[in-house]
DNA sequence: TATTGTTATACTCTATAACTATA
DNA sequence: TATAGTTATAGAGTATAACAATA
């Protein structure tokens, strides 16, 4: 990161700062962080394990095994789902939505922890910041940011 | 991750967006993320296996087969330390040296992009409010994916 | 024929424990 | 004894290719 790329290098240095938080994090409640992310897509969206593998931006093959282990630990159930007899659709258990909303909790605190030194407005400016960074990146790969708030999406 | 935690939600899609940037590029190159992690140490350091251990938070162990496999692609090499006769020092060959620095720009390239979206003040206090969570956190944590380097000191 | 999901396989990455060589 | 490094082993995570069941 050259003093050229002071943007750039501020942005990705935070990102691994946030990113390494959020794997200690996570390995305290015995979770990976593509664990975490599982059943973090999964507070709020019941996919098939195709639209796993398209949110995860993983191959259906490794969602497989993802799935498997998470459902070994009793984490997430996969449910036939009722429309088309070749899918399986996938949900939290209740102590999987315990788990990460008990992680979930925790990593606030700790984001919220290095953003002590910021000033309120500040940190509300912050989220706005990243999250036009987040929605123009989303728009430009066409990825569902908030499928519940939307009544239809129609795939590709 | 809900909605609910505004702060967090934001900060963890905007690192794995990075993140993601950065795998998808090292593996344009035939690299992990450890073995960019890796290649991007070792572009101002010699460590022994030992010292990249503790560079890396891995166990020796680790960093026994990390290296072994960079050194077979002919990255690095393994060289006796001249003053103790158990230690082993690891560097950047000329090829590791030049992988390394074409994916580093690309990465900054890619990360800047990210930023199109905002007005130059935007990035402005986008860099200051980020400078100022990293500059507090400065001793906490060493991700160190590519190293802040100085200006401009040649590599011998 | 196309899509959904799993299986078989191979590789990287990681840790723990046991080992060798050197200090 | 203590330290540096490797090896043996086990498991998670990932992709590719081949496959079965369903659309």
């Not at 994090?25 to 975490?36: D, F, R, T, V, Y």
């Not at 070749?86 to 209740?94: K, P, Q």
């Not at 909303?101 to 290095?114: D, I, L, P």
């Not at 990825?143 to 239809?152: K, Q, S, V, W």
Request: include cysteine; hydrophobic fraction near 40%.
């Amino acid at each position: 990161m050259s003093r050229t790329n002071v943007v750039g290098d501020a942005l990705a240095q935070l990102s691994f700062l946030v990113y390494g938080t959020l794997e200690r994090l996570a390995a305290e409640h015995g979770l990976s962080i593509p664990q975490a992310r599982l059943l973090g897509i999964l507070r709020d969206r019941t996919p098939t394990m195709i639209e796993l593998a398209k949110l995860l931006s993983l191959d259906k093959s490794s969602i497989t095994g993802l799935v498997s282990r998470a459902e070994r630990r009793g984490l997430v159930k996969r449910t036939p789902s009722a429309t088309d007899r070749r899918s399986t659709t996938v949900r939290l258990t209740r102590n999987g939505r315990a788990l990460v909303s008990r992680a979930a909790t925790q990593f606030e605190t700790q984001v919220s922890a290095f953003l002590d030194c910021l000033q309120p407005s500040e940190r509300g400016h912050l989220t706005n910041l990243a999250s036009r960074i987040l929605a123009a990146h989303a728009s430009s790969r066409d990825i569902d940011l908030f499928p519940a708030t939307r009544p239809d999406a129609p795939h590709r």
